[in-house]
T-cell receptor
Framework: GQQLNQSPQSMFIQEGEDVSMNCTSS?????WLWYKQDPGEGPVLLIA?????ELTSNGRLTAQFGITRKDSFLNISASIPSDVGIYFC????????????FGKGITLSVRP | GAVVSQHPSWVICKSGTSVKIECRSL??????MFWYRQFPKQSLMLMAT?????????EQGVEKDKFLINHASLTLSTLTVTSAHPEDSSFYIC??????????????FGQGTRLTVV
C-alpha cells in the first residue's frame, strides 16, 4: 500500500533555529497535510496543500507541495520551545472520501 | 479550523466491560469520520471508516464485533470497545472530514481518548 516516509525519527535543534522536515511517497498524492501532535492530545492541522507547487504559510510555518506530487516539506522558522512535538505528514490520493495515509512522524526537540 | 470533540478524554475500565467513546463534529456536518488507534511513539493506525447512515468499513485485522462503530447522525460517531481486555488499552483518536472545506479533504482530529483496561 501507499506509504509516506518521514525521517529522521527525531530532530534536535536550538531555540531560534530554523528546521525543515521532508515527507516523500512512492506514489502520487493529491493532498498533503501537516499535523502537530502534543503528548496525550490529538493531532492538530497545521497546513493543508492541494496543488502541485503550492507554497503556503501559517505564521512561522511554511509548507510546499512538491512538483512531482510525491513529496512535501515543512519549514519552521525561528523555533521556540512550544514547537516541541511530533510532526506528521499525511496525504490522500484521490477524492474527498479517501483515507489519509500518515507518515511515522518526526519528534522535534527544541533546546532553550 | 473546524472543531471535533471527543469524549471522554480518558477512561479506566475493568476487563470484560464495554466502553463507549463519542466523536462529535461541532461546527460542520461530517458524512465520514475515521477512528484511529495509536501506540506509544508510533503513528496513527486507521481502524475503521465510519459512514453516516451505513455500516462502517473496517481495516484488515480489526475485529468489527470487538470495535462497534455507529454513525447515527452527521455530527456524531461512536466507538464501543466491547468486552475490553488489557491489550485493548491504547490511545484512540477520531477524525472528521469537513466536506465544505477547501478540497473537501481536510481532516480534523478529536482530542483522543486514553483507554486503560485493568
Amino acid at each position: 500500500g501507499q506509504q509516506l516516509n518521514q525521517s529522521p525519527q527525531s530532530m534536535f535543534i536550538q531555540e531560534g533555529e530554523d528546521v525543515s522536515m521532508n515527507c516523500t511517497s512512492s506514489s502520487i498524492f493529491n493532498t498533503w497535510l501537516w499535523y502537530k501532535q502534543d503528548p496525550g492530545e490529538g493531532p492538530v492541522l497545521l497546513i493543508a496543500l492541494y496543488k502541485a507547487g503550492e507554497l503556503t504559510s501559517n505564521g512561522r510555518l511554511t509548507a510546499q507541495f512538491g512538483i512531482t506530487r510525491k513529496d512535501s516539506f515543512l519549514n519552521i522558522s525561528a523555533s521556540i520551545p512550544s514547537d516541541v512535538g511530533i510532526y506528521f505528514c499525511a496525504g490522500t490520493p484521490t477524492g474527498a472520501n479517501s483515507k489519509l495515509t500518515f507518515g511515522k512522524g518526526i519528534t522535534l526537540s527544541v533546546r532553550p | 479550523g473546524a472543531v471535533v470533540s471527543q469524549h471522554p478524554s480518558w477512561v479506566i475500565c475493568k476487563s470484560g466491560t464495554s466502553v463507549k467513546i463519542e466523536c462529535r463534529s461541532l461546527d460542520f456536518q461530517a458524512t465520514t469520520m475515521f477512528w484511529y488507534r495509536q501506540f506509544p511513539k508510533q503513528s496513527l493506525m486507521l481502524m475503521a471508516t465510519s459512514n453516516e447512515g451505513s455500516k462502517a468499513t473496517y481495516e484488515q485485522g480489526v475485529e468489527k464485533d470487538k470495535f462497534l462503530i455507529n454513525h447515527a447522525s452527521l455530527t456524531l460517531s461512536t466507538l464501543t470497545v466491547t468486552s475490553a481486555h488489557p491489550e485493548d488499552s491504547s490511545f484512540y483518536i477520531c477524525s472528521a472530514r469537513n466536506p465544505t472545506g477547501r478540497g473537501g479533504t481536510e481532516a480534523f482530529f478529536g482530542q483522543g481518548t486514553r483507554l486503560t483496561v485493568v
